[in-house]
């Protein structure tokens, strides 16, 4: 059974960037056709697909955060990344990752870890 | 880009059956995806593909789609049943990639 956890911190400042990190279980990051990806819901609102990363390395982003996300992985570590550059109060959020079986959704998640962005 | 409209609230008594809707320009040549996601939880994949479950999910829980509306229906609901649901396609002709309904909260009477 794969499972995903969220880390990083939990509050960052105005202007600067939020990093978060995955960590992939119960299976290799790298040996199937999946796509890793971030998702995020500012408390009492719905869900936003922030963006995704395959093993190759490749990407594809919203284009409503395209200019701020890099999603990045380590398949060393069964890792993938987000960073989330120039957050304002408006990136506060809950972060989820999750995984997509190549078939356009999302069949595993995170239990996700909220970020607050205040000075 | 393509909009999924949901109903904010659906209520429903205890053994009674919910429908949720999920409407969206021509979705039924798309593929329509369903979470549940309670209180404090992340999201749970319920239906895929339109009509599938995944394992461990009951058999009540079911789902169609055709013309301009997709449907998550619940039979003979209980109380656990109580939770947000949101619907989810790929769009390809969307940046977004990945897009999801504004959710329905759930109420149990």
């Known amino acids: 059974q794969v499972q995903l956890q969220e880390s990083g911190p939990g509050l960052v400042k105005p202007s600067q960037t939020l990093s978060l990190t995955c960590t992939v279980s119960?299976?290799?990051?790298?040996?199937?056709?999946?796509?890793w990806n971030w998702i995020r819901q500012p408390a009492g609102k719905g869900l936003e697909w922030i963006g995704h990363i395959f093993t190759s390395g490749s990407t594809k982003y919203n284009p409503s955060l395209k200019s701020r996300v890099t999603i990045s992985v380590d398949t060393s570590k069964n890792q993938f990344s987000l960073n989330l550059r120039s957050v304002t109060a408006a990136d506060t959020a809950v972060y989820y990752c999750a995984r997509d079986p190549r078939q356009n959704h999302f069949d595993y998640w995170g239990q996700g870890t909220l970020v607050t962005v205040s000075s | 880009s393509y909009v999924l409209t949901q109903p904010p609230s659906v209520s429903v008594a205890p053994g009674k059956t919910a429908r949720i809707t999920c409407g969206g320009n021509?979705?039924?040549?798309?593929?329509v995806h369903w979470y549940q996601q309670k209180p404090g939880q992340a999201p749970v994949l319920v239906i895929y593909?339109?009509?599938d479950r995944p394992s461990g999910i009951p058999e009540r829980f079911s789902g169609s789609n055709s013309g301009n509306t997709a449907t998550l229906t619940i039979s003979r609901v209980e109380a656990g049943d109580e939770a947000d649901y949101y619907c989810q396609v790929w769009d390809s002709s969307s940046g977004r990639s990945y897009v999801f309904g504004a959710g329905t909260k759930v109420t149990v009477l």
């Open positions: 119960g299976g290799s990051i790298s040996s199937g056709s999946d796509y």
């Open positions: 593909y339109d009509s």
């Open positions: 021509n979705i039924g040549i798309k593929s």
